[in-house]
């Protein structure tokens, strides 16, 4: 049976009438009663029992109809759903976030995609640099965000936004009263660092511009992640370099000022996902990326 069968044969059961189904399908009635013949043939009952008033279902055709809308049904429904999914308004999309990431860009993308995708299903996991990348690898996740991501083949990595770097002082700290912070001026404070991980990161690039200039790095603490480092901060156990989106912790006790060092300048978030994923999904959540990227290049 196909679907075709089944819509002729409901017009008839319906119309109980060869003539008026075939004028209601818009097809002659001849071939009309060509297919419900086939149709007959091949279930190998009788569906109908025609005579000069029209046609009156058969038990057997009676125990079909009472079949075909959910046939139809579903198959409308199958159909309407793969349309969907090949949209990008239906599915999932799992997203590979950092403790960092979350506090400005990232939550504002997932917010816009999934007020414009609803349907989608969005799962988050928190993951490191090398554990993203594993995981678009393995088609954990579809897509990642992070900063500082290493170059590779089958991996492309694309600017979501550049962030200035800032300095987060405990109040009361000489240097808070400044207004902007130079890395000179960084020369022998107790640093916290962060993350400390086997792969190069924020630590690494901070650690590098105090070598660039000849300062002395004092670090008094490493930790994983930037609630923690901006958590000691406020508890005075040292000050720390971090980025403009770390502002959005407004922990008591922590004052943040721009930072001004000729290598520490901006920091870009990137996103990152797999080379050649043609997943409609995928491509939905990249054209809000890209929205949100202009939008901030011109404001």
């Not at 793969?82 to 990431?101: E, K, M, N, P, Y």
């Not at 511009?209 to 670090?219: G, S, W």
């Not at 406020?234 to 922590?254: Q, Y």
Request: net charge negative; proline share 4%; aromatic share 6%.
């Amino acid at each position: 049976m196909d679907l075709k069968q089944m819509r002729y044969f409901q017009a008839v059961a319906e119309e109980r009438n060869f003539g008026r189904a075939a004028e209601r399908l818009h097809i002659a009635q001849p071939p009309l009663t060509r297919h419900i013949q086939a149709l007959e043939a091949q279930l190998g009952v009788t569906l109908f029992l025609r005579s000069s008033r029209g046609a009156e279902l058969t038990e057997a055709g009676e125990t079909l109809l009472a079949e075909v809308p959910n046939i139809l049904a579903l198959a409308k429904r199958a159909e309407e759903q793969t349309q969907l999914a090949g949209q990008g308004l239906i599915g999932r999309l799992d997203v590979g976030i950092f403790s960092a990431g979350i506090l400005q860009a990232i939550p504002q993308l997932l917010a816009t995609f999934h007020t414009e995708r609803p349907q989608v299903k969005i799962g988050l996991h928190n993951l490191t640099k090398m554990q993203q990348l594993d995981a678009l690898r393995e088609r954990r996740i579809n897509i990642g965000f992070n900063r500082l991501v290493p170059m590779a083949d089958d991996i492309a990595v694309e600017t979501v936004l550049e962030e200035p770097y800032l300095v987060a002082l405990y109040e009361g700290h000489p240097l808070a009263t400044k207004d902007a912070i130079r890395l000179g001026d960084l020369d022998g404070e107790r640093m916290i660092l962060y993350p400390n991980a086997p792969v190069h990161g924020l630590a690494e690039e901070i650690a590098a511009a105090f070598h660039d200039e000849r300062i002395t790095l004092r670090v008094e603490q490493e930790v994983e992640d930037v609630v923690t480092c901006i958590a000691l901060v406020a508890s005075r156990f040292g000050v720390c370099i971090t980025t403009a989106s770390a502002a959005n912790l407004r922990l008591p006790g922590v004052v943040y000022k721009p930072l001004r060092s000729a290598r520490l300048r901006h920091i870009a978030l990137n996103c990152l996902y797999r080379r050649g994923d043609e997943s409609p999904t995928l491509h939905g959540f990249l054209e809000v990326i890209d929205r949100f990227r202009s939008a901030t290049a011109s404001s």
